[in-house]
């Protein structure tokens, strides 16, 4: 009996933080829609006015999504060593961000990743592929959130039942959209603000929590945590999960390299260099985000084993199979159980954090991908130049088609770990976007076939790879569970599809019948090195 009172305590209670969150989130936007001019270079990067402080904020906002919060808590609770792998590939990629991308990409570009490809290369072509291969990368991304969000109200209304989740993906759906299309940069970028403020304070009120309960002796929780977990001591060390057989080892490097790679490729992390005034500033706001990040990341292990220890991986995977509610769960008993004042506070508390954090990412998904839309793949199959206006207007719309997009897709994903669909997001990202990038910004004979042949060259076979992979068909845990076309052992294409995303990249330069342009390189190089001409 008190489940169901507890219950409705936390639904009462986490909906009320939830609907303030929502308050003041539309209150920002509407409160920094009414000074804007509308155009292009507002919307797509809001003025390019933020601080270095301001934007680190904003990125870790952007970085640290429900699949961090929820998923990699909920697989260290599950399979214990093997699920850290996300932690640390998350974190070791901003190293990558950092050393090759950030300051570059700020000099070279406008708002998108096309404009540092096309600076130097045929634009037509150059922009409709880096154009869709943006928007796949960002759908992906957009459905793994949506997932989060479906188990986190499943969780929060007591029951799994289809309905409530699939409207609160629609609702989801539908919210984005209004921030995208009424605040453009600006108001995202302080939704992401107040959002990593947020999680950064819950998550640190949980840690200290896990600590507290094992008198700060980290030895003692990860014991616990693996006598609970049915797995002794084999749950801290590697190979529970990509163990074993070689096809399990091969993902396991497949998936490090998606998402070491992956975050450089990631068009809503590349569009946030865009909104401050310069190249130090924005490698200055990397080193701010890599802080934070570096910091969550390292606590989200602290959850994962304290989820372990305390609720135990049983009771974690009888309310979400993926693992999705390991941390709602620990905040529960962390707060004194259920049936407790201080684990209804606390597990409202953390549902309604990691429902921010979901609206936040999303926005920023949603930006990128409607920026693309228009800026890469409309003004350019325009042929002539469409006019600013016009070109924000066609942003607007684009929220609202990729929104659809996202909300029909989550509801057919709904029951994946939010983690690993983000880890397929990555692998798309670093087949398709990685190798061009680089390539540009790097190497004096890349040609505009090169270009175009390696982001369809990383991007097809990714997407193709994943579709006859065992996360489509072929196990009970796929998709579509009743049927078979699985073709591809390994549940992440990164291992085979990144390499060809650079293979096609050389191959096409080589082959192709235009000479490069040395002059062009040049002036990218310096452009790209000095930060002159800048815009």
Known sequence: ????????????????????????????????????????????????????????????????????????????????????????????????????????????????????????????????????????????????????????VALLLGGTSGAARAWTVIGVGALMVVYVSLGGMRATTWIQIVKAVLLMAGTIALTVLVLIRFHGDFGQLLT???????????????GL????????????????????????????????????????????????????????????????FGAAALVGPDTVRASNAAGNTAVPLLALDLGGGAGSTGGTVLFAVVAAVAFATILAVVAGITLASSASVAHDLYA????????????VTVARVAAGGIGIAAIGLGLLARDLNVAFLVGLAFAV?????????????????????????????????AVLLVLVSPVVSGSPESLFPGVDFQLFPLQNPGLVSVPLGFLAGWVGTVTSAEPPDEAKHAETEVRALTGAGAV
């Not at 990409?105 to 490809?117: E, I, K, Q, S």
């Not at 459905?143 to 986190?152: C, D, E, F, K, P």
């Not at 616990?224 to 590697?238: D, I, N, Q, V, Y």
């Not at 998936?255 to 490698?283: D, M, N, Q």
Request: net charge positive.
């Open 1 to 152: 009996m008190t489940g169901h009172q507890t219950t409705g305590d936390h639904q009462t209670l986490a909906l009320v933080l939830f609907s303030v969150f929502i308050a003041v989130t539309l209150a920002i936007t509407t409160w920094v829609s009414r000074d804007r001019h509308g155009s292009a270079e507002e919307f797509y990067a809001g003025g390019r006015l933020f601080s270095p402080m301001e934007n680190g904020f904003a990125i870790a906002g952007d970085y640290m999504s429900a699949a961090s919060f929820l998923g990699i808590s909920g697989l260290i609770a599950l399979f214990g060593y093997d699920g850290m792998l996300y932690s640390v590939g998350f974190l070791v990629a901003w190293l990558v961000v950092l050393m090759l991308v950030a300051e570059l990409v700020r000099n070279c570009g406008r708002f998108t990743l096309a404009d540092v490809v096309a600076a130097r290369m045929t634009e037509r072509p150059v922009r409709i592929a880096a154009g869709a291969s943006s928007v796949t990368v960002s759908v992906l991304y957009l459905v793994a959130q949506m997932v989060g969000a479906g188990s986190l």
């Open 224 to 238: 616990t945590a693996a006598e609970r977990s049915g797995h002794g001591t084999a749950f801290l060390a590697p």
């Open 241 to 304: 999960r990509y163990g074993g057989d070689w096809t399990a080892r091969l993902d396991f490097v497949s998936l490090g390299l998606a998402l070491v790679l992956g975050t450089a490729g990631l068009p809503h992390i590349l569009s946030r260099f865009y909104t401050v005034p310069t190249a130090r500033a924005a490698r200055r706001s990397v080193v701010w985000s890599i802080g934070l990040i570096g910091g969550f990341y390292l606590m989200t292990i602290v959850l994962g």
């Open 380 to 391: 350019t199959l325009r042929r002539r130049h469409a006019r600013q206006h016009s070109e």
């Open 429 to 461: 990202a670093a087949s398709a976007n990685l190798p061009v990038l680089l390539y540009s910004l790097f190497w004096r004979r890349f040609t505009t076939k090169g270009a175009v042949w390696s982001v369809y060259g990383g991007l097809i076979p």
